[in-house]
């Protein structure tokens, strides 16, 4: 167990509603719990629509609550997504453009900013940042990664079947050794240690990106012959710079069952989490804190899962990797089972969870607090910018508007590539429009929306480390 400082993240936009800490004067500041899953497809979600893959607990969360059908990382990353959520900025603002980038300490980030209100703060699980004494652990009084590193038992072939380089198949360990069980219980005794002040508690679990090794009885729970591939499964755009890498990277996948394995898989990873996030929660219950805590759920980036029969992720804009889920449940404010369509973003939930609890937003930071949000209006965000490179001039670059959405691919400045994609009709991105002439019109758009965000938003040059990121 890797020990450091802790952080706990959960914020709660309030839609077209005031902020509780703006009614009465001395309103009990909330707790902030921020439970984050990496690489989580936002298909992969029973509240979403998908019937074949079981996560009652968070099902039951989205009830209580409030789910975002149309949220978006900033970076399809692990390193960059997560520092955009922790400091409400786009990559290209910290300098943290990749996983190989270093983290400004100049930045503030949630836990610094709600230290200085009072809170104590923690991180248990995956944070991924580089944590010393320069930095100060980014603001966290409490650092635990718990890992177990278990290799899987029969594992599917390694040459058919490795997304990302990994093994795929079946813990040895049960769940209580697992890391999503060993995060839950560091989690749990987090909580009730600090029951009796306020606290923001950033939990985050590495799956179900890879390795994909689920324990049993998750490990078995899906027949992979029962499930169904994503209706994009063939839809391969070969013309996408880097696309071969994509896929080889992954294992041959000589047939489709081999999909549907890998996909039984993280379905079981997925409900394992699900599992333990039920076991967080019904701790916040028994110790009477679910009122006066603001439960976040969300994934730092998605994950290909068979679209375009890829794996993991990469250097493309699809919605499979850069659309998230983001589930928000807090007392009344945050109830009734609602879905808001409105285009969010990562960047939004620092500032939403600052706003509602009554501490200043800085001026730097480049989301919008949520608590303004006034679904069916179209004064909220007609664009969504997603961006992952290793600079400004060499990256892939995703503009998604409500019903459209351009993925810029550059190099050295230059346009290596184009895609437009009608949502409306081809919600599974398997036509690229950006040479029908039909089309230009609204491409232009997106491309003016494009070029007016580079020239407002800050740059900085990316900040170069050979620090090693802790998982």
Request: proline share 6%.
């Amino acid at each position: 167990m890797i020990l450091n400082k802790s952080l706990l993240l959960a914020f709660g936009c309030s839609l077209a509603v005031h902020s509780q800490a703006e009614s009465k004067g001395s309103v009990q500041k909330p707790n902030v719990l921020f439970i984050m899953s990496d690489q989580h497809n936002a298909n992969a979600l029973g509240c979403y629509g998908n019937q074949e893959v079981s996560t009652p607990n968070l099902d039951k969360l989205a009830a209580k609550g409030v789910r975002f059908q149309n949220a978006f990382c900033q970076t399809a990353q692990c390193v960059p997504s997560r520092y955009s959520i922790w400091t409400g900025r786009h990559a290209r603002s910290t300098g943290t453009y990749g996983n190989g980038n270093g983290q400004n300490p100049a930045e503030n980030t949630v836990a610094d900013l709600f230290k200085k209100a009072g809170y104590y703060t923690g991180t248990i699980g995956k944070h991924h940042m580089i944590m010393n004494a320069t930095n100060q652990n980014h603001g966290f009084d409490v650092v635990l990664v718990p890992n177990d590193r278990a290799k899987p038992v029969n594992p599917l072939p390694y040459d058919e079947v490795h997304p990302g380089r990994s093994e795929v198949g079946e813990s040895p360990l049960p769940n209580d050794q697992h890391t999503c069980g060993l995060i839950t219980q560091e989690s749990i005794k987090f909580i009730a240690a600090n029951k009796d002040k306020p606290f923001v508690l950033w939990c985050s679990f590495p799956g179900p990106h890879t390795p994909i090794t689920p324990s049993a009885p998750w490990s078995r729970q899906y027949d992979p012959k029962k499930l169904t591939l994503p209706p994009n499964h063939l839809s391969i755009d070969t013309l996408i710079p880097g696309n071969r890498g994509l896929l080889t990277k992954s294992g041959k996948f000589a047939n489709d069952f081999s999909h549907n394995q890998t996909l039984a898989y993280y379905y079981g990873l997925v409900s394992q989490i699900d599992y333990n996030i039920g076991m967080i929660l019904n701790e916040l219950d028994r110790l009477g804190l679910r009122e006066n805590t603001i439960v976040v759920y969300t994934a730092d980036h998605g994950e290909m899962m068979s679209e375009h029969r890829a794996w993991t992720k990469g250097m493309t804009g699809y919605e499979a990797t850069v659309r998230v889920p983001m589930i928000i449940s807090y007392g009344k404010q945050f109830s009734g089972d609602r879905k808001i369509e409105e285009l969010v973003c990562s960047i939004d939930l620092l500032p939403t969870l600052l706003d509602l609890s009554g501490i200043e937003i800085p001026a730097n930071i480049e989301g919008k607090s949520m608590l303004k949000l006034k679904p069916g209006t179209a004064t909220w965000r007609d664009y969504a910018f997603s961006e992952l490179g290793s600079s400004t001039q060499t990256s892939v670059i995703t503009v998604r508007g409500n019903a459209a959405k351009y993925v810029l691919f550059r190099r050295g400045g230059q346009v290596e590539y184009e895609q437009f994609f009608d949502l409306k009709t081809d919600p599974w991105e398997t036509t690229n429009l950006a040479k029908d002439a039909r089309y230009d019109k609204k491409l232009n758009d997106f491309k003016s929306a494009l070029n007016a965000w580079e020239k407002a938003t800050e740059t900085s040059e990316p900040i170069r480390t050979k620090e090693k990121v802790e998982e």
